[in-house]
Nanobody
Framework: QVQLVESGGGLVQAGDSLRLSCVAS????????MAWFRQAPGKEREFVAR????????LYADSVKGRFTISRDNAKNTGSLQMNSLKPEDTAVYYC???????????????WGQGTQVTVSS
Protein backbone atom coordinates (compact mmCIF):
# COMPACT_ATOMS: atom_id res chain seq x y z
CA GLN A 1 0.00 0.00 0.00
CA VAL A 2 1.23 3.48 -0.91
CA GLN A 3 -0.26 6.74 0.34
CA LEU A 4 0.33 9.90 -1.69
CA VAL A 5 -0.09 13.52 -0.62
CA GLU A 6 0.27 16.40 -3.05
CA SER A 7 1.06 20.01 -2.22
CA GLY A 8 2.23 23.17 -3.91
CA GLY A 9 -0.83 24.23 -5.85
CA GLY A 10 -2.10 27.77 -5.86
CA LEU A 11 -3.28 30.78 -7.83
CA VAL A 12 -0.75 32.26 -10.24
CA GLN A 13 -0.71 34.44 -13.31
CA ALA A 14 -0.05 33.30 -16.84
CA GLY A 15 3.68 32.91 -17.40
CA ASP A 16 4.43 32.14 -13.77
CA SER A 17 5.88 28.92 -12.37
CA LEU A 18 4.77 26.45 -9.71
CA ARG A 19 6.35 23.34 -8.27
CA LEU A 20 4.06 20.55 -7.14
CA SER A 21 5.28 17.97 -4.66
CA CYS A 22 4.09 14.45 -3.94
CA VAL A 23 5.12 12.76 -0.73
CA ALA A 24 4.72 9.00 -0.54
CA SER A 25 4.40 6.81 2.51
CA UNK A 26 4.06 3.08 2.82
CA UNK A 27 6.03 0.38 1.17
CA UNK A 28 7.85 0.17 -2.12
CA UNK A 29 7.25 3.60 -3.60
CA UNK A 30 10.58 3.31 -5.36
CA UNK A 31 9.37 0.26 -7.26
CA UNK A 32 6.47 2.10 -8.90
CA UNK A 33 6.25 4.41 -11.84
CA MET A 34 4.91 7.78 -10.83
CA ALA A 35 2.70 10.07 -12.83
CA TRP A 36 0.84 13.36 -12.69
CA PHE A 37 -2.67 13.69 -14.05
CA ARG A 38 -4.98 16.68 -14.03
CA GLN A 39 -8.69 17.27 -14.21
CA ALA A 40 -10.33 20.53 -15.17
CA PRO A 41 -13.98 21.27 -14.34
CA GLY A 42 -16.30 19.41 -16.68
CA LYS A 43 -13.47 17.48 -18.30
CA GLU A 44 -12.04 14.02 -17.95
CA ARG A 45 -8.85 13.36 -16.05
CA GLU A 46 -5.90 13.64 -18.41
CA PHE A 47 -2.32 12.47 -18.39
CA VAL A 48 0.34 15.11 -17.79
CA ALA A 49 3.64 13.30 -17.24
CA ARG A 50 5.14 10.11 -15.90
CA UNK A 51 8.52 8.94 -14.68
CA UNK A 52 9.85 5.41 -14.41
CA UNK A 53 10.65 3.77 -11.09
CA UNK A 54 14.33 4.75 -11.25
CA UNK A 55 13.86 8.12 -12.93
CA UNK A 56 15.52 6.93 -16.07
CA UNK A 57 12.58 7.47 -18.37
CA UNK A 58 10.07 10.29 -18.62
CA LEU A 59 7.09 10.97 -20.85
CA TYR A 60 5.02 14.12 -21.26
CA ALA A 61 1.73 15.08 -22.77
CA ASP A 62 2.22 17.24 -25.85
CA SER A 63 0.40 20.09 -24.15
CA VAL A 64 3.05 20.42 -21.44
CA LYS A 65 6.19 19.24 -23.23
CA GLY A 66 8.99 21.76 -22.84
CA ARG A 67 7.24 23.58 -20.00
CA PHE A 68 6.82 20.93 -17.30
CA THR A 69 9.46 18.67 -15.76
CA ILE A 70 8.73 15.57 -13.69
CA SER A 71 11.26 14.24 -11.23
CA ARG A 72 11.52 11.96 -8.20
CA ASP A 73 13.80 11.28 -5.26
CA ASN A 74 13.37 7.70 -4.12
CA ALA A 75 15.63 8.23 -1.12
CA LYS A 76 13.13 10.79 0.17
CA ASN A 77 10.01 9.06 -1.18
CA THR A 78 9.04 12.20 -3.06
CA GLY A 79 8.12 13.25 -6.54
CA SER A 80 7.63 16.65 -8.09
CA LEU A 81 6.30 18.46 -11.11
CA GLN A 82 7.99 21.73 -12.04
CA MET A 83 5.59 23.80 -14.11
CA ASN A 84 6.92 26.80 -16.02
CA SER A 85 5.29 29.23 -18.42
CA LEU A 86 1.88 28.38 -17.04
CA LYS A 87 -1.18 29.06 -19.16
CA PRO A 88 -4.83 29.52 -18.18
CA GLU A 89 -5.58 26.16 -19.83
CA ASP A 90 -3.33 24.50 -17.26
CA THR A 91 -5.95 25.28 -14.61
CA ALA A 92 -7.03 22.00 -13.02
CA VAL A 93 -6.76 19.78 -9.99
CA TYR A 94 -3.45 17.96 -10.24
CA TYR A 95 -3.11 14.41 -8.97
CA CYS A 96 -0.06 12.34 -8.20
CA UNK A 97 -0.35 8.61 -8.95
CA UNK A 98 1.76 5.48 -8.61
CA UNK A 99 1.49 2.26 -10.55
CA UNK A 100 3.35 -0.66 -12.03
CA UNK A 101 3.09 -0.15 -15.75
CA UNK A 102 4.09 3.46 -16.33
CA UNK A 103 1.11 3.98 -18.60
CA UNK A 104 -0.55 7.19 -19.70
CA UNK A 105 -4.01 5.93 -18.80
CA UNK A 106 -5.33 6.59 -15.30
CA UNK A 107 -6.88 3.12 -15.03
CA UNK A 108 -3.41 1.57 -14.78
CA UNK A 109 -2.49 3.49 -11.62
CA UNK A 110 -3.26 1.86 -8.30
CA UNK A 111 -2.56 4.69 -5.90
CA TRP A 112 -3.70 8.30 -5.96
CA GLY A 113 -3.33 11.42 -3.92
CA GLN A 114 -6.19 13.74 -3.04
CA GLY A 115 -5.19 16.38 -5.56
CA THR A 116 -4.01 19.98 -5.40
CA GLN A 117 -5.66 22.90 -7.18
CA VAL A 118 -3.72 24.92 -9.71
CA THR A 119 -5.38 28.05 -11.04
CA VAL A 120 -3.74 30.20 -13.70
CA SER A 121 -5.24 33.59 -14.37
CA SER A 122 -4.83 35.43 -17.67
Amino acid sequence: QVQLVESGGGLVQAGDSLRLSCVASGRSFSSYSMAWFRQAPGKEREFVARISWNGGSTLYADSVKGRFTISRDNAKNTGSLQMNSLKPEDTAVYYCAAGNLGATTSAFYNYWGQGTQVTVSS
